[in-house]
């Protein structure tokens, strides 16, 4: 059940004395890179803190930090000693990047392998690896993970999606890894294909992450392929998978606090939020050689989960991600989350796998659209107006404002190549 039991069920003060002198040694290693050492001299840190806490004595390492020392500001080894470089999918701007000891690849192999063995995956699994390979983490960080546990890994990559189905039916694949959205753009080949993903192959277990999805958007790719998808959460300046993983329960992702410290903090006024209250979330890492970072501010949104988990695990269970600070939409004054939208959408059957929202300004005013495509295709779109209108009204009770609901035939809204593009903002800056 357990691939580190000791670990993983560790009671809570032991895991904190870790974390703290896990935080030690960081914070000294750290004092060696370029960035850090100018930094905690500057305010004066002595390294040997005496609790946790403390750690709210150093400023926030942000993305931009990262980017102005680009590229080896944040270095804690002789450059001989890094093995991997990896870097950000560069979703929000100039993408960042991280070096990895032959130890750091030894260790995060290790929680994502501890991940994957906590969703019941074993070695006598086919694991599918549909993410990109390369600088990406989702490829090389869940394969190396997968090797560990023992699975027969196939490097499927990205696209070609007959091909991908060709492979789960000819190797009988059992564990994919695969983005939310792109689970669902596959529906649309096995339809073409004439096969039904329910019958048609032995997929068990999915790893779905690395992009926002909804509880409902979950459920359905659960029933639409008949196996269980458990929420995989990283992020590439945190190494990526296998930062938090959901376990059977499938209620929160376990935090792996052993190797990271976790905060959650108001994104406006800086302040640590309590358990159980939405916050970013701020990561340390606690076990990395090639380059540790301090409280990086990851701009995502969730909060930590309060009580015991029923799986015996004793670290910490972060809720679903809401989405980045970045993604609010301030619409005629009122803010929200494309995730909203998503949630009410899901909930409708007749609609479709794409949505995406777009914004116009109209006049003074902004205008929020909120395209949608049905499941079977209509021969005369009027057909569905009594839809539009039951999607707007539901729409506007979440999210408080009324949207322009444009009903679409099946695969007529563009389908991204990697993560989904949920937004399209086309109003007029002032
Ligand atoms: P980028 O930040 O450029 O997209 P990464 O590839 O490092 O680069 O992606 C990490 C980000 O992806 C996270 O900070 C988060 O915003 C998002 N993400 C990763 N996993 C999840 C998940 N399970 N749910 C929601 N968002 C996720
Ligand atoms: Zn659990």
Redesign the pocket.
């Known amino acids: 059940m357990y691939w580190e039991e000791k670990i993983e069920t560790m009671d809570i003060g032991t895991l904190r004395s870790l974390q703290l002198s896990r935080l030690r040694k960081t914070l000294e290693r750290a004092k060696t890179t370029p960035y850090y050492k100018k930094l905690f001299e500057e305010i004066g840190l002595d390294t040997d803190i005496k609790s946790l806490a403390h750690i709210r004595d150093i400023p926030f390492t942000t993305k931009n930090d990262l980017r102005e020392n680009y590229p080896y500001g944040f270095l804690a080894v002789p450059k001989e000693k890094i093995v991997r470089m990896h870097s950000s999918s560069g979703t929000t701007g100039r993408a960042t990047v991280i070096f990895h000891t032959r130890e750091d690849i030894d260790n995060w192999s290790n929680l994502v392998a501890r991940s994957i063995y906590m969703t019941g995956a074993r070695s006598e699994d086919v694991f599918q690896n549909t993410m990109g390979y390369g600088l990406f983490t989702g490829g090389l960080g869940l394969h190396y993970g997968a090797e560990k546990v023992g699975m027969m890994v196939i490097p499927s990559g990205t696209g070609n999606s007959v091909r991908q189905i060709n492979i789960m039916r000819d190797f009988d694949t059992t564990v994919i890894h695969i983005l939310p959205s792109y689970a669902f753009r596959l529906l649309d080949v096995f339809e073409s294909e004439s096969l039904d993903p329910r019958k048609d192959v032995k997929l068990r277990i999915a790893f779905i992450g690395a992009e926002p999805h909804s509880e409902e958007m979950r459920k359905k790719i659960e029933e639409s392929y008949d196996m269980d998808a458990f929420n995989s959460y990283g992020l590439s300046e945190m190494n990526g998978p296998g930062v938090a993983f959901e ?1 059977p ?1 499938k209620k929160g992702m ?1 935090v792996w606090e052993d190797s990271y410290l976790i905060e959650v903090i108001n994104p406006k006024t800086l302040e640590p939020m309590p358990d159980g209250v939405e916050g970013e979330l701020v990561f340390t890492t606690l076990n990395r050689k090639g380059m540790p970072i301090i409280r990086y501010r990851t701009r995502d949104l969730a909060s930590l989960y309060t009580g015991k ?3 015996g ?1 004793s670290h910490r ?1 972060l809720s679903r991600i809401k989405g980045r600070t970045d993604d609010m939409l301030i619409v005629k004054g009122v803010n929200m989350f494309p995730i909203q939208v998503e949630t009410v959408l899901m909930k409708f059957p007749e609609i479709g796998r794409n949505y995406q929202i777009r914004l116009e300004t109209k006049g003074h005013m902004d205008e929020i659209y909120v395209e949608v495509e049905v499941l079977y295709p209509a021969d005369d779109m009027r057909e569905y107006e009594g839809l539009k209108n039951r999607i707007a009204a539901a729409l506007h009770s979440e999210i408080l404002v009324t949207p322009k609901i444009i009903l679409h035939q099946p695969g007529a809204i563009p389908r991204a190549e990697g993560k989904a593009v949920r937004v399209v903002d086309n109003r007029v800056k002032e």
């Open positions: 376990c329960e376990h988990c029923p799986c695990r269970r």
